[in-house]
């Protein structure tokens, strides 16, 4: 049954009044990497025109890779307006892979989780053709990527892809969504369908992270209660697994506006991830 308050509550876009604008702006400062000589754009990892991914690699090959999950709801979002990071992190020899997943409601939560996976899998196989190390994979994302980078971080989901247990040398979601189970109460149903069950098992806050793993958890200040006491809580099951967890609450940022930090090396988001890489090295 739906719940007004919380529909409320997780009406995120309602919250930034000047969100066309904020894209507008990343996905300008995206298009002007499609000419970049060593950026190889649209592979496939999978089978639907959807598992398509882009390496934005330094000229001379890369000491890690981060792979970027758009956020959307899960029902939006795509890969070509989340390049713009790339040549920040270029500069310190880190690709940046920004990954499209099938969308709900055509595809079911299990299904997109399944993709994140299928992409892990498919870098790790062919990373080194594209110049990069399948030992220092890192996965990052925001909102519902943020939610696809906890459930990345997880244990147990890689020996069945045929990956090692450490294949995530850390995670990086911002804003995500970690808990499920208020979202059935929510406008956000009627796309993602969840029961009782399938929340639970999509839900990143039952499933932390291996202890030790580098996790860094970001959100914005200026983001409804909700969204940050999502993260809050997400950082706090990080710590009792023993992940080594950096928390960073971003002042005045909001949920799509917090996202300029990662092409920014002056950012804490930026600083703690670029620490977890260097440190994973």
Aim: glycine residues 10%.
């Amino acid at each position: 049954m739906r719940d007004p308050d919380l529909d409320a509550a997780y009406d995120i876009e309602a919250s930034v009044p000047d969100l066309p604008a904020i894209q507008a702006r990343y996905a300008e400062a995206s298009a002007a990497l499609t000419g970049l000589d060593s950026a190889a754009l649209d592979l496939a990892y999978g089978p639907d025109p959807r598992h398509r991914l882009d390496i934005l690699a330094p000229p001379d090959g890369a000491r890690a890779a981060i792979l970027y999950f758009h956020g959307g709801y899960w029902k939006g979002g795509a890969k070509e307006g989340r390049r713009f990071p790339g040549p920040a992190w270029n500069a310190r020899g880190v690709a940046w892979v920004p990954v499209e997943y099938r969308l709900a409601p055509a595809a079911t939560v299990d299904e997109i989780v399944d993709d994140a996976r299928r992409a892990v899998a498919w870098f790790h196989a062919n990373a080194t053709a594209h110049g990069c190390d399948p030992a220092a994979i890192h996965v990052a994302g925001n909102s519902a990527g943020g939610h696809l980078a906890g459930m990345l971080a997880a244990v147990d989901w890689q020996a069945d892809r045929g990956l090692p247990a450490d294949v995530i040398a850390s995670a990086a979601p911002v804003s995500g969504l970690f808990d499920l189970a208020p979202l059935r109460r929510t406008f956000a149903n009627d796309w993602l369908a969840l029961d009782q069950a399938g929340a639970q098992r999509n839900s990143p806050i039952h499933r932390p992270p291996r202890a030790g793993m580098p996790v860094v958890v970001t959100w914005g200040g200026a983001e409804p209660a909700a969204f940050r006491g999502q993260s809050e809580a997400y950082a706090e099951i990080c710590r009792q697994a023993g992940a080594a967890v950096t928390a960073i609450e971003c002042a005045g940022a909001d949920h799509f506006s917090i996202m300029a930090d990662w092409a920014d090396p002056a950012s804490a988001l930026f600083k703690a991830l670029e620490g977890n890489i260097a440190g994973a090295g």
